[in-house]
């Protein structure tokens, strides 16, 4: 055997076991809700109020992820301040949302993308993060990066499908127009953009990652 085909095997070995080791073993905070309907892969959940670090950022889905979690993931890791001007590392959380938005949709305060249009045409994408539920405002720590802003998300009812695998704006697209078509049959009515979740780190496995879409309902 080669040496490099050797060191291929050991490096998949690796990841293989990172993601089965890692659904079980990350004790990350997701947030609360109750599940007011289920069918299949599809839900209707009410969420509490939610405390979120969110930032905007240009670019395709793919690089407005990446831009995105940078810049809030600096935020938790330590680029705050506290007090007596000291930083606190805060906590990851589950899911991070994205949420694509057109200037046709109006929106509600929304794991967070949010995409706009500009006048150049360029998407704009709201990312952001939950924080974990035992901060409040005036005890969570503050971005020193005017990038980050702060905000408190009033409770909610979302309509949710579940999926695995990759997401590209084909699937998103495929998996949006699957949970409007679900949310007609209920006899419910839409109330925002539909936002994009994810729950699981890069090295997890397509099929075994956790993926939702989520759309704001009355």
Known sequence: MKPSNHLNKVIYLVILLLSLKAPTAMATEEPTYEVIRKSENFEIR???????AEVTVEGSMSEASSKGFKLVADFIFGNNQK?????EKIAMTAPVVMEEQSAKI??????????KVSEADKRQWVFYFIMPSSYRMDTL???????????????????????SGLVDDEKLTSRTE?????????????????QLARYNPP???????????????Q
Do not use: C, D, H
């Open 46 to 52: 009410q969420y509490q109020n939610q405390l979120i």
């Open 83 to 87: 007090q007596a001007k000291q930083s």
């Open 106 to 115: 109006a929106m509600t305060a929304p794991v967070v993308v949010e995409q």
């Open 141 to 163: 720590p503050k971005p020193n990066n005017p990038q980050i802003q702060i905000k408190e998300v009033p409770a909610k009812k979302m309509a949710v499908i579940r999926f």
């Open 178 to 194: 699957e949970l409007n078509a679900w949310i007609k049959t209920q006899n419910i009515t839409p109330n925002g953009a539909p």
């Open 203 to 217: 090295w997890i496995l397509p099929w075994w990652r956790r993926n939702e879409v989520m759309i704001p309902v």
